[in-house]
């Protein structure tokens, strides 16, 4: 999956074709309709990020699409450059399906990744994220619904609360 990700990043940057399909499934994981994010870090800082929760696409087709996306249109970041390729890691999350959250007290900091949502506001963190940052189980929440837009308590207001783990491939 690394490989595909980075592939198919050189074929976009550098203005190549790889075609419909970035490279054939040689395994059945790779076939299965997986939610998946792809991050790419420069050193310890994030220098893009996109994922689908919901996919319609064979895992290796929606990694190649979100390294690209990543890659290329993250907002928080101006577009990868070929130049900066070398300089760059890819990081895979594979979801398992989402989870409806009906006790809190369930969800475990580095195995939890959490969707917080309301209305047409949703926002999602990994379960790396909640270590990294050596949240708590009320910050990693909080964070969540910042980033869906919502207030840090939308949890405790009504929000809808999510959870899913996530196999990490660094």
Known sequence: MLQI???SVRAQLSGQNMGSDPSDP???LLAECRGVFVSIHHGIELRGCVGRIDPKNPLYKNVSDCAIAAAT???RFPPL???ELPEVEFEI???SPIQEVTDLSNIQIGVHGLIVSRGNARGLLLPQVAV???WSLEQFLGETCRKAGLPPTA???GATVQCFTAEVFP
């Open 93 to 95: 999350s594979v979801l």
């Open 81 to 83: 450059q070929l130049s």
């Open 155 to 157: 949890w405790k207001q």
């Open 26 to 28: 040689v395994s059945p």
């Open 132 to 134: 990294q940052y050596e």
């Open 73 to 75: 249109e993250d907002p």
């Open 5 to 7: 990700a980075r592939d």
